[in-house]
């Protein structure tokens, strides 16, 4: 009888914890035939020459990149912030071609949240592998702090997180020694009052990978940056790592805008103490002028990984504005070359820009059967598959699951819910992230028979700047719309009516800051062209993530 006992308290334990996955019963269902997104960026126009690559190898919103190899294979993970499932795991045998094999966090269960922003949620992550375990380390900002989760297969299942409750600040990454020894790296409050805004330090404790606990003292390796005396501000994204006799420690400084750069120190100790390169930043963008063409910016958050051949490579954060200021693409992922100078790694000398074609690393085995993540490409979901693709991003974790792929094969199914694009919950909302400057993105879609839902396309940056062309029934026909949510302030900018009562297609498109909008009438019609899109754009709309697309319905009241 014990044993029925304990089955029972580990039921009850983990129906408890687990959300409530559950459609809603009497909801009308949207049906959307399928989803098509097009780019068309200039810039990717020029063609690429034998042995090069394109920057960036992940064009949209992946912020953040941490890198780290196992024998010929390479790993990468990405931030997420307030999309679920969260941290992307891709894994590639050149650097340049990249699979995502799933996600780190991929169970509503793992992490709460609800009611965040979108901006905050899961900030950079950090990848290690030791001794047949990947690590990720991680922060839930305004949600429950710094944690790791684990994995013998990087395509997972991943551990829920093991909290690092001792530790305050943001970016924490794993160091392991020669001797076994490991660290925990981040970015925390300067042992003093600060001194100024943005003063932050790196500090370094003793990590047990056994117990999965921190022990012994929690030291200060950075205070404030290379030199504090010039009140450097937000020292963050720490990487350590050992080359020859030489401790390494790689820093993000300046903030993650336009004064974003890269910082190295060096020691010959563990514990330091880190004396900085003379020549810092070894990256940044900072210093070129704004008038270049095809501009990238804010370069920093930088991680290094040694290829198999002995060369050293470098995975970064960028920006690709259309005006040298706004940007709806996010921070994207982009690789460059390490050359080392008298044992100090420099990943693109001062003054140079970051190039858009590169020469490719010559590494063998380069896994090309994949789905294209950079340059100009047509991505289509015919919602054919039993499972959601994985490209689709959900906004926060949900409580239920309210689409369905199974019982009209060849549909995606969405059972409209009350909440809306500017809630803190999880709207009827799937996204994939905007890659390009120029793109098109269209959908087709079966409105319910009933009054009462409204359905479509949205284009959406954060809660409170999005676009949404939707479609709702209106007597006998049916009305599109097209909303725009500018801070505190709703619009609807455009309707039509159209008398098919069948399925219904709309389209968005975009070309820098100009967005337009669609539907079919026999033969595309225009809602409105060339609206003022910057809304999408971080710089207008805050925050640290890229603008994304995709299906979305909600009931009206």
């Known amino acids: 009888m014990a044993w029925v006992l304990v089955l029972l308290a580990a039921f009850f334990s983990v129906a408890q914890a687990a959300p409530r996955l559950e459609r809603q019963g009497s909801a009308p269902t949207v049906s959307f035939d399928w989803f098509e997104y097009t780019g068309k960026d200039a810039v990717f126009e020029s063609p690429l020459p034998a042995g090069s690559y394109r920057n960036p190898i992940l064009a949209g919103f992946y912020p953040d990149p941490s ?5 010929g294979k390479f790993y990468l993970v990405n931030s997420t912030f307030g999309y679920f499932p969260g941290i992307p795991v891709f894994e590639s045998s050149d650097l340049v071609h990249w699979r995502l094999l799933g996600h780190v966090l991929e169970r509503p269960s793992q992490l709460r949240f609800d009611g965040l922003g979108i901006s905050r949620g899961v900030f950079a992550p950090a990848i290690h592998h030791h001794d047949g375990v990947f690590y990720v380390l991680n922060t839930l900002v305004d949600s429950g702090g710094n944690f790791i989760s684990t994995a013998k297969n990087p395509a997972g299942p991943w551990s829920d997180p093991v909290w690092l409750a001792e530790i305050d600040g943001i970016d924490p990454s794993l160091f392991v020694d020669a001797d076994g020894k490991a660290y925990v790296l981040n970015n925390g409050v300067p042992p003093e009052p600060p001194k100024y805004d943005g003063h932050r330090a790196i500090w370094m404790q003793e990590f047990d990978l056994q117990r999965m606990k921190l022990i012994g003292p929690r030291r200060v390796l950075l205070n404030g940056g290379v030199d504090i005396s010039k009140q450097p501000v937000w020292i ?38 880190y004396a900085p390169y003379e020549n810092n930043p070894i990256l940044t963008q900072r210093d070129l002028p704004k008038e270049r063409a095809n501009p990238v910016i804010n370069a920093g958050h930088a991680d290094l990984v040694e290829a198999p051949d002995g060369t050293w490579w470098a995975t970064l954060l960028g920006s690709r504005p259309y005006d040298g200021v706004n940007y709806h693409t996010g921070r994207e992922t982009y690789l460059l070359p390490v050359t080392w100078k008298n044992d100090w790694p420099v990943i693109l000398e001062q003054g140079r820009p970051i190039p858009h074609i590169a020469t490719a690393p010559k590494l063998p085995n380069a896994n090309r059967d994949v789905a294209p993540l950079t340059g100009n490409f047509t991505w289509r979901d015919e919602f054919d598959r039993r499972e959601l693709n994985p490209a689709w991003l959900q906004v926060r974790a949900p409580k239920r699951q309210w689409f369905d792929l199974a019982s009209e094969p060849g549909r995606l199914n969405v059972a409209p819910t009350d909440e809306r694009l500017d809630g803190k919950a999880n709207p009827a909302y799937l996204g994939r992230r905007q890659q390009h400057l120029a793109f098109e993105a269209g959908t087709s879609l079966r409105l319910p028979k009933e009054p009462g839902v409204a359905a479509g396309i949205a284009a959406f940056q954060n809660g409170q700047h999005w676009y949404f062309l939707g479609a709702r029934r209106d007597g006998d026909a049916v009305q599109v719309f ?76």
């Open 236 to 273: 963050e994204g720490p990487h350590l790592f050992k080359r020859g006799e030489w401790y390494y420690l790689m820093c993000a400084e300046g903030g993650t805008s336009v004064n974003h750069s890269e910082v190295i120190l060096r020691s010959r100790a563990v514990w330091g103490p």
């Open 482 to 557: 097209l909303e725009k949510q500018n801070g505190a302030t709703t619009q609807q900018l455009a309707a039509a009516t159209l008398k098919s009562t069948g399925d219904i297609k709309l389209k968005i498109t975009g070309e820098g800051r100009e967005y337009s909008f669609y539907y079919d009438a026999r033969g595309w019609q225009p809602l409105l062209k060339n609206d003022d899109g910057s809304i999408l754009s971080t710089e207008v709309a805050g925050g640290f993530v890229g603008a994304t697309l995709g299906p979305h319905a909600r009931l009206e009241h």
């Open 67 to 71: 890198v780290t190899r196992v024998g």
